[in-house]
């Protein structure tokens, strides 16, 4: 099992473009989310899923969309990047709800914006 | 509201010695309680979880947890350190049924001296 993994795992953007991060698992797990890692903040949940077709908001999903047209995949989009977007992404899934199940994350993407 | 105070954004330790990492949370309901650890560059992993069984957890690598609801505390021990256990902590907290209530702390980074 590849668990979860993210692609890419670096990118640089110039404000204003727009990119897609994918994130799959191949647990078949039913609850996927998407947070970033800002120094000193910990993590902040942008967007999460419980289930194929569904999406839901977080803590910071302003200029962030999803989509989870496939239960193993969770695409996250930036239509027009801007600098204060520049973080460490992390996809994270999960057999359940996260009261009590753990969270399985992947590696991480690391973005620049310019 | 739900809360996570991580006490110490920094704690150095030399090898061989006791590891105590600080955690205490804020919560109006019977919280599920998590500590992961974060290599450099690397995602998040589960080291131990509290779900309201038994208030002593053990977790990986020889950490364990104790949960004190009376001081709303969740500190993290070790009775050694070891040089890889250099990495930064993260504690959890989740104190509701929906999984979008997942609160993470800011954080301590652990150095570990030989």
């Known amino acids: 099992n590849a668990g979860v993994t993210q692609t890419p795992k670096f990118r640089v953007l110039k404000t204003g473009q727009s990119m897609t991060l994918l994130c799959a698992q191949d647990?078949?797990?039913?609850?996927m989310y998407w947070y970033r890692q800002d120094p000193g903040m910990g993590l902040r949940l942008i967007h999460y899923s419980v289930g194929e077709g569904t999406t839901a908001k977080g803590e910071v999903p302003d200029g962030y969309n999803v989509s989870r047209l496939k239960k193993q995949n969770f695409l996250l989009g930036l239509e027009s990047a801007a600098p204060s977007q520049t973080s460490v992404y992390f996809c994270a899934s999960s057999l359940q709800g996260s009261r009590y199940n753990e969270q399985f994350f992947g590696p991480g993407t690391r973005l620049t914006v310019l | 509201a739900q809360s996570v105070t991580q006490l110490d954004s920094h704690v150095s330790v030399s090898e061989g010695t006791p590891v105590l990492l600080r955690c205490n949370y804020s919560?109006?309901?019977?919280?599920?309680l998590f500590w992961y650890v974060q290599h450099p560059n690397k995602g998040l992993q589960l080291l131990l979880k509290y779900t309201s069984a038994a208030t002593l957890v053990k977790g990986i690598n020889g950490f364990e947890a104790e949960f004190k609801k009376s001081e709303t505390s969740f500190h993290l021990t070790k009775p050694s350190a070891h040089m890889s256990d250099a990495a930064e902590y993260f504690c959890?907290?989740?104190?509701?049924?929906?999984?979008?209530?997942?609160?993470f702390g800011p954080g301590t980074s652990l150095s570990v001296i030989p």
């Open positions: 959890v907290v989740n104190a509701k049924t929906s999984y979008d209530k997942v609160i």
């Open positions: 647990m078949n797990h039913e609850y």
């Open positions: 919560s109006s309901y019977s919280p599920s």
